[in-house]
């Protein structure tokens, strides 16, 4: 009592299909899938965007590091 049977989700997914047809809701199941399928992509490009910008981040410091050494070099080959 209180849960909802196999008997009655049955009469609901009768009903739905009535309503609607086999064919919309075959397109329908396609679109959200075609959805998650984006979502996903979306997500693992980001994840990939990141990843890229953390492995040049110490590339970036390290050649910001190279460049104040020289510099500090010609200021003492200058003075």
Same mark, same amino acid.
């Given at each position: ?46 994840? &990939?965007?990141?990843? =890229? ?14 460049? &104040? =050494? ?8 200058? &003075?």
């Amino acid at each position: 009592m209180g849960g909802i049977s196999i008997w009655q989700l049955l009469i609901i997914a009768v009903i739905v299909i009535l309503l609607f047809g086999t064919k919309k809701l075959r397109n329908l199941g396609g679109d959200l899938g075609g959805a998650v399928k984006g979502f996903k992509k979306a997500m693992n490009d980001e994840d &990939a965007k990141k990843d =890229a910008d953390f492995e040049q981040e110490p590339k970036n410091l390290e050649q910001q590091k190279s460049e &104040a =050494a020289t510099e500090n070099k010609k200021d003492k080959e200058q &003075a």
